[in-house]
C-alpha cells in the first residue's frame, strides 16, 4: 500500500480460460497427447498463440502485462486453453479518509478487452473470482481484506460494445500502530492545549506554555502529512484536531 500516491501492490496471478477450436486434436492421431504447452509471448522463437488484449483501467502502467511474466499457455486436446499470468500490478485508487485512521477502503478493478468488442469476446467471471492463496499469504501490518465481489457489464461507445469485468475488494485498517502514532497524540495535544486557561495570570508562564503547544501542533500536522495520503475529503480527526486547537 502506498497511501501517499494512492496506489496499491497487487502480487496476483492472473488465470485465463478460453476455447479455441483451431487449436483442437484427436489425441488417438498424434500417440495419445492430450495437451502440450505453447508459447505466448510474440516475441518468442516459436510462434506463439492468440492470447486476449485485457486491461485494466486503474492500471498505473501503460499496458497490465508489461508487468506480468508471459508463459506458455496449457492447450488441451479439446481446443480448450489455460493460461496463468503471475506478477505485480501497480492500481491507482482513491482512498476515502473522511473515517482515517478506522477507514474501511473499496478498490475497484474495471477489466475489459482493448481492441475486441462484446460479440468477439465475452468475458466470464468464475465463481471464486478472487483467490488468496493460503501458502502463500502473509498478513499485512496495516490491512485486512474483508470483502470482494465482481460483476459483469458491457459498455457501448461509439467503437461499439464491449465486454467488461468489474472487481471490488474491501480492506479495513487495523493495527495499533497509527492508533499510537496519530490517534493518541493528537488528543494529548488537544488537552494540553486546554490546560492553557488553568495557568495562573501574572506568572509569564502562559506564553512559553502556548509556544511550545503551537510548534508542537505545527511539527504534528507535518507529521501526519507522511501518513495521510492526499484526498478531496479532510478527515474528521484533523479537522475535529484543527477545531480544538483553534478553540
Known amino acids: ?9 497487487f502480487q496476483v496471478s492472473l488465470k485465463h480460460f478460453w476455447t479455441d477450436n483451431q487449436l483442437a486434436w484427436d489425441p488417438a492421431k498424434y500417440g495419445g497427447i492430450e495437451k502440450i504447452r505453447i508459447p505466448t509471448d510474440p516475441e518468442a522463437a516459436d510462434a506463439a498463440i ?14 497490465m502485462y508489461e508487468s506480468l511474466l508471459r508463459p506458455n499457455a496449457q492447450v488441451s486436446s479439446d481446443g480448450s486453453v489455460y493460461w496463468s499470468t503471475p506478477g505485480q500490478m501497480y492500481i491507482n485508487s482513491n482512498f476515502d479518509l473522511f473515517y482515517y485512521p478506522f477507514d474501511l477502503q473499496k478498490l475497484t478493478l474495471i477489466m475489459e478487452p482493448w481492441t475486441y468488442t462484446a460479440d468477439q469476446v465475452k468475458l466470464v467471471v468464475y465463481d471464486p ?3 488468496v492463496a493460503q501458502d502463500f499469504y502473509q498478513p499485512h501490518v496495516e490491512w485486512e481484506l474483508v470483502a470482494y465481489n465482481s460483476s459483469y457489464n458491457i459498455f457501448t461507445y461509439e467503437s461499439g460494445s464491449f465486454s467488461v469485468a468489474n ?12 492508533l499510537i502514532t496519530v490517534l493518541i497524540p493528537g488528543v494529548s495535544i488537544t488537552l494540553l492545549s486546554m490546560m492553557y486557561f488553568y495557568i495562573p495570570l501574572g506568572g509569564g508562564e502562559r506564553v512559553p506554555y502556548l509556544s511550545t503547544i503551537l510548534l508542537t501542533s505545527v511539527m504534528f500536522l507535518v507529521m501526519l502529512t507522511q501518513f495521510i495520503p492526499l484526498a478531496r475529503d479532510v478527515p474528521l480527526f484533523e479537522m475535529m484536531f484543527l477545531l480544538l486547537s483553534v478553540y
Not at 500500500?1 to 501492490?9: A, E, F, L
Not at 492468440?50 to 499496458?63: A, K, M, N, Q, R
Open 129 to 131: 473470482p478472487i483467490g
Open 50 to 63: 492468440w492470447v486476449p488484449d485485457l486491461h485494466i483501467y486503474e492500471l498505473g502502467t501503460s499496458f
Open 167 to 178: 472487481y471490488e475488494l474491501f480492506i479495513v485498517r487495523t493495527g495499533s500502530t497509527l
Open 1 to 9: 500500500m502506498d497511501t501517499i500516491n494512492s496506489r496499491v501492490m
